[in-house]
Each structure stands twice: as C-alpha cells, then as structure tokens.
DNA sequence: GTCTATAACGTGATAGAC
DNA sequence: GTCTATCACGTTATAGAC
C-alpha cells in the first residue's frame, strides 16, 4: 500500500495497470464467455483461457465461478438499466424526447455489447429470485418524471388512453428485439455486416417515429 | 403388435396409453425442464423426476440428453415457426389481415407456453450451427406471398416506403418481447396474474391497430 | 501472484438383476 | 420395461511448490 496508490485514488485516475490487471483481464474474459454461454453453459476453463491465464487463478481472485458471474451479472445489469432509469427519471425531457434519447443510446449500447439483453432475460427466467431484488425495477417506473407525464398527457388527451405499460413494451421490443434475435432475422434476409449496420441505424430515426404515430393523438 | 394397434391408428386415434406411455410421460418432462433450464442448465436426474420415473429409463428411451433435446427443440421450433410460415405463405389473406392472424394466434400460443421464445433465442445463440440449418428461415420470408405483397403495396403507395425488415421486427417485437421480458416487466408495475393476462388481450387488438399506424399511407 | 498437480464433486451413461 | 448400483468422465475448487 503505497504512497502512489492513495495519489492516484485521489485524483480519480488509477494507475494505468487497472487495465491490464489480472483481476480486470479475468472480467473481461468472464464478460464475454458469460454472455456468449450464460452461466450454466460457461466452463471456468473457457474463462480462464481467454483471459490467457491458468484456472487456478481464477479462484485465487473470485473464490468459485457463481461469486464471478454475480460481479458480471451486476454490472451488465447495471449498464442495461442505468441510462433507461436516467432517461425515464429526467423530468426536463417531454415523453418523446425520452424516446429519441433512448432509441438513440440504446442502439449505440447494444451495438457494443449485442448480446446483453438476450444474457439478462435468459439469467433472469433461470434465477429470477437472485435477480429480481437486484435490478429493482419497480423504482425504474414508479414515481418517475415519465410516469406523471405519461398520466397528464393521457388526461389532456395529448396521448392516446392507453395502459402505460404497452408503451414500454412496444418500445422495449422495437428497441431490443432486433439484438435478442439477430441470427434468425439476419438469416430470413441473409443481411451482411454493413446492411444489418445500416437497419440499426435507421432504427434509431424511425422508432420514435412510430411511437409517435402509434400513441399521439392528432 | 396387436390388431387394436393397427385399427387405432387407421381411425386416426391413437390408443389411449400414448397419452401416458413413459415415453411421452418423458418427453413432456423434457420439455418442461429444458425450456425452464435450458440445455446447458437442464440435468437428466431433473427431467427423470418430473417425469416421475428412473434415470436409466430416459438412456433407455432416448439413449442421450443430447437426443432427447434435439427432439424437444425441433418440435418447439415447428411449433413456434410453423404457424407463422402458413400465415405468411397465405396469398388469400391481405397484409393487415395477416398481422390480424398472427396477433390472435401467436398471443394464444405463447400464453400456453410462454418460455419457448427465450428458449428458442437462448439456444439459438448457443448453438447456431445445429439450429439455423434445421429452421429454415430463408424460406419463412422469401418468395412469401407476404414479401410480394409487400413489395407491391409500397409501389402503389399504398404502405410507406421502408424495409420489408423493419415491418418484421416491430411485428415479432411486439408481439414476443412481453414473454421474453416477462419477469422484468410484470415487475416493473407489479401486475397479477390477471391484469398481466388481460394486457395480453388487450394487445391481440391493439397490435394489428399500430402495424396500420406505422406503415400504412395515409 | 502464478503455476502444476490433484482432490472432491456432480452429471451422463451403462451393467445387470428383476 | 423398469429398477438399483455403479462407472467414467468433466468440471470446480484447492494444496502446495516456486
């Protein structure tokens, strides 16, 4: 425990071996053969040889394969609910605001890390108990900014009357869909890299366009 | 092999025992242990117990896990493919008639057996290889009554000009997505059973309305 | 901290009695 | 056809040298 160490935690600037650490080199390896074979699927060894060091280690950093997953699981988890909690919180956005702002980080994310949103939901039907307390989504709608818009735009009749909850269906699914079952489209149309690319992006101009049209009232 | 054998399946009605015979009682536990569990997660001894018979019983029937999975997904996958490839194949039915159709149909199907979706999608990323060659999606889409349907009707103007994929998506999307995220979004508003199933109705209508919003001309 | 070697355990599959 | 008992193997986890 050095003098170096406190300066760098001080300025909020690691020492530049965080990235290269054997700890960080294992969750990354973890990342992504957790998210490419869940957890049942994922052997320790498969971890252990993409991070490039020996399976003893592993437990030498993480004590056993489910301590390893909770981390990998508890930051994918954040990183998927996050920026969706912070949009639908944000009180100085109108409800299609939100929406663009979603559609256009979502996509962006998701484009980075496809295979996250099929790793979630996949994990959460094998162990719902474990996760459900973790990713609280009660608090992510309730009491929100996009709540109290969604109830006064539907009393004003600036929106359509319907239940709150097909809206964040339709968006959701339009939003993730494509990244939970990407094989089976891409193969229906036999899309290549660069036009699969191409959807994507337009996506991110046309769902909120399609939410408008579905539940503005005009 | 008995007369009775023969006479119940010409009359098409099979024997009453096929109901209960130990290898559908195993097939049925199969199926209920691995769309739970998934492949990777599912283990023989809990598919034996659900089925309420002997381990060396499903080695003796099926002679592996492996076996005996490939025949649950394959059905699984006939199922969930099969309807919507007939719908989508049908040239006496309209393109809106057709989001009719599988709007109602799908919804029913997936309320009986609302795991298979993330079931199919799970596996689908786990083994690509073995799964995309036996479903066939090529087929589902091209040279589909749909797809001249569709390409025509953007010529006339009569739906708006955007990627045939685009319809695809928000389609399944919206439709699959809450069984997906079921957990997730059942939570989110903290729904019971009942109000979950009558949202679920409610989208058999509301699902067809919305398609028209979004891409027909007006 | 990192390795090799091995223990401890779980799981798929089979042998063999009935 | 169905069972009990057991094998064979793969995987997680640990002991112990360096």
Not at 57 to 77: Q, T, V, W
Not at 177 to 191: C, Q
Request: hydrophobic content about 45%; aromatic content about 10%; overall charge neutral.
């Amino acid at each position: 425990m050095t003098c170096y160490y406190f300066a760098a935690e001080k300025m909020n600037k690691p020492h530049k071996d965080i990235d290269t650490s054997t700890e960080e080199k294992i969750k990354k390896a973890a990342r992504i053969v957790f998210h490419r074979k869940g957890f049942a699927g994922a052997r320790t060894r498969d971890i252990a040889e993409e991070a490039g060091i020996n399976l003893a280690l592993l437990n030498y950093y993480f004590r056993s394969k489910e301590k390893l997953f909770d981390i990998i699981m508890l930051e994918s988890l954040k990183g998927f609910m996050q920026s969706m909690t912070s949009v639908f919180h944000n009180p100085d956005t109108t409800i299609f605001e939100k929406v663009d702002v979603m559609a256009n980080r979502y996509i962006d994310l998701l484009k980075e890390e496809p295979e996250i949103p099929l790793f979630i939901m996949s994990e959460m039907r094998h162990h719902p108990e474990k996760l459900i307390a973790e990713m609280k989504p009660r608090q992510f709608l309730m009491g929100s900014a996009f709540e109290q818009q969604f109830k006064a735009a539907v009393k004003t009749g600036e929106i359509k009357n319907v239940k709150m909850i097909h809206f964040i269906m339709n968006l959701l699914g339009m939003l993730v869909f494509p990244f939970i079952a990407t094989p089976m489209l891409r193969s229906m149309t036999e899309m290549n890299d660069e036009s699969w690319n191409s959807v994507l992006e337009e996506r991110k101009k046309l769902i909120p366009q399609w939410i408008k049209l579905m539940f503005e009232n005009h």
